[in-house]
């Protein structure tokens, strides 16, 4: 594996990532809870957030050749974001309000939803110049959020989990299956978009008893 000794400290190093992501799930959050106290549908189903290990990053720069001091345009997940959507269409929604949004800046788009990857991958990736403020003053660091479907991440974490056994190269068999399971998970999606208004409804009359 690569030397870790390029950075000094790692700790430090990875400190305003952190900050990022705490800070972002909170904004997040607090924007599902707008949406709920105006009794509108929230498009944001939950969130979660993590900071990649040393070993991770380094584990990531090795296998795709990535120099240390290309380490900040080379990984460019070091802190990363994943929003969970009901629909679709929720996705769209969550993407515009990111876009829309003053306090960070969105710099890349990757739409997986409209262009699948080969293996069957479906999400929409976004990558954020987030502002940190720190003791010594503002630090900019990247974070890439992911919005996908409950589906999609169903069928993407169990891909990352077979992608690790086989190391990506996967059986024909493995592969076909993991394809016809994508364009499974794809149609309940649009089976749920088809009905998302009479499921909405029933939310409200639940949430209301």
Request: include cysteine; hydrophobic fraction near 40%; aromatic fraction near 10%.
């Amino acid at each position: 594996m690569l030397a870790d000794d390029f950075i000094e400290d790692w700790d430090l190093f990875l400190a305003p990532y952190q900050q990022a992501v705490e800070e972002l799930k909170l904004k997040l959050k607090n924007i599902r809870k707008e949406y709920h106290a105006l009794n509108r549908h929230a498009p944001i189903e939950f969130v979660t957030g993590r900071t990649k290990t040393k070993e991770s990053i380094l584990e990531k720069m090795d296998v795709r050749n990535i120099a240390p001091e290309a380490i900040l345009d080379g990984v460019q997940d070091i802190a990363g974001i994943r929003i969970m959507c009901q629909f679709v269409e929720d996705i769209y929604e969550v993407a515009n309000l990111l876009m829309n949004r003053k306090d960070f800046k969105v710099i890349l788009i990757r739409d997986y939803i409209q262009h699948r990857k080969p293996s069957g991958y479906r999400s929409y990736h976004m990558v954020l110049e987030y502002p940190v403020q720190r003791a010594s003053g503002e630090v900019s660091v990247i974070v890439e959020v992911q919005i996908r479907t409950l589906a999609m991440n169903f069928w993407a974490t169990i891909e990352h989990s077979l992608n690790y056994k086989y190391s990506g190269e996967y059986p024909e068999v493995i592969l076909k299956r993991l394809e016809r399971a994508s364009e499974a998970a794809f149609l309940l999606d649009e089976e749920m978009s088809e009905i998302r208004e009479e499921i909405r409804e029933a939310i409200q009359i639940f949430d209301r008893r």
